[in-house]
Every structure is written in C-alpha cells, then in structure tokens.
C-alpha cells in the first residue's frame, strides 16, 4: 500500500526555470492539497482540489500553478522559480467532504532555488 | 483571520514524566482541532482530533482538551519516552462553521530525555 508519494524528494534548481512537483495517492481521496512549510510560518496551503478538474487557491499561490486530471495525482508547477520558493513543499489528501476528516501527507520535497 | 500560537520554544522533559504542549488560537472558536506529529524530514502525521463540543479525547498515552473559554487547546502525553521526542503541530479548521480546510500552527518540539 503505496498511500501518498511525492517526487522528486530533493530538487535544486537556478532562478527562473520551471519546475513540477508531482504527488499521487492510491486511495481514490477526493481532496488533496499542497502546502509549503518554512521556518517560522508553519505549514501554508499553497493550492487544493476537491476532486479531479476543481481546484482552488490557498493562502500563497502566487508563482504555482496547479492541475489535476485525474484524481490520484496533484502536480504543482513552479512556472518561473525565484529563491523565495525555496522551502519543503508537502502533499496531503483527504478522503471525505465532511469537515473534521484528517489529511495524510506525503513525504515532502525539499526544493532549493539559487 | 485566525492565528495560531504554540510555543516555539522547544521543551525538555524527563523520560516518564507527562508533556503538556499548548495550541492558542485567536478568533473564532473551531469546529473541529487537530493533532500532528512531525518527524525531521517527514511529513505530520495525524493524532487527534477534537470537536468542538468536546471537552476532552483520549488514546492510549495521548490527551487532548479543548476550552473554548480559553481559546486553548492542551496535548498531554502520559509515560512520556525518548521515542515521543518530535514536533507537534496544532491545526484548525480555516473558517467557522468546520471546512476540509486547516490552518497549522508552527510546531513545538518536544525532546524527552533518556
């Protein structure tokens, strides 16, 4: 049982490139989210979806984009890295739409910009 | 908007002793307060969670309470032991009422000595 998975785990790229981040999970959850987390702010929703095709801003979307074609995976697009994106980006989902459902997360992307 | 405390200041008990972690947040009161436990490089992992017409919830060593008077919540570990030494985050639902939503808090680190 995969659950949710994140690639790459470690990424380094330079300022201005675009980069994907990509997340699946195998349990057919309808919802799933990205988040940021830095020193400081804790973790911060960047974008969600509520299922394939709908999807949403969170706190800090500016720079990332989000798509989702189908339900298991949630790619986030970095469409034009600056160094203030450096940070650990994770994915989580959720599998109901009743409030008060806990999220699993995945194991993170360690992503640095120079 | 909501904002969460916890303290950032890490917290050093003894191995057998009971940790109380501390989540405040600042506006409305919750539906719906969550409990995560994060490992050095790994995504939260879920804990608890409590409802807002809840006093208290329990699982094995673990005791969350909910005092909506207070704006608090408090995390209880029990026979605390070197393994329980992680970063706890506190989450919330982003708007009254409960959504699939949350809001984290920036974590306590919690380090049981041996």
């Known amino acids: 049982d995969a659950g949710i998975t994140q690639s790459p785990r470690y990424k380094i790229t330079e300022t201005g490139r675009q980069v994907t981040l990509m997340c699946h999970q195998t349990w057919s959850h309808s919802y799933m989210f990205w988040y940021r987390q830095d020193l400081g702010h804790g973790l911060r929703l960047i974008y969600y979806s509520a299922a394939a095709d709908i999807t949403d801003k969170g706190e800090v979307p500016d720079g990332y984009v989000v798509s989702r074609s189908k339900t298991e995976n949630f790619p986030l697009t970095l469409e034009s890295a600056t160094r203030s994106q450096t940070s650990v980006y994770f994915c989580?989902?959720?599998?109901?739409?009743?409030?008060?459902?806990?999220?699993?997360f995945g194991p993170g992307t360690r992503l640095l910009v120079l | 908007s909501q904002k969460i405390e916890q303290n950032s200041e890490a917290l050093n008990i003894q191995e057998g002793k009971t940790a109380t972690l501390t989540c405040n947040y600042t506006?409305?009161?919750?539906?719906?307060l969550q409990w995560y436990r994060q490992d050095p490089g790994r995504g939260p992992v879920f804990l608890l969670l409590?409802?807002?017409?809840?006093k208290e919830k329990r699982k094995e060593r673990l005791k969350v309470t909910f005092d909506t008077t207070l704006k608090q919540s408090l995390f209880h570990i029990t026979a605390s032991q070197p393994a329980d030494s992680a970063t706890y985050l506190c989450?919330?639902?982003?708007?009254?009422?409960?959504?699939?939503?949350?809001?984290f808090g920036t974590g306590t680190r919690l380090k049981v000595l041996a």
């Open positions: 506006n409305y009161s919750p539906a719906y």
């Open positions: 409590i409802r807002e017409n809840e």
């Open positions: 989450a919330l639902d982003e708007a009254p009422g409960g959504t699939y939503k949350y809001i």
């Open positions: 989580a989902s959720s599998g109901s739409v009743d409030p008060g459902v806990t999220q699993y």
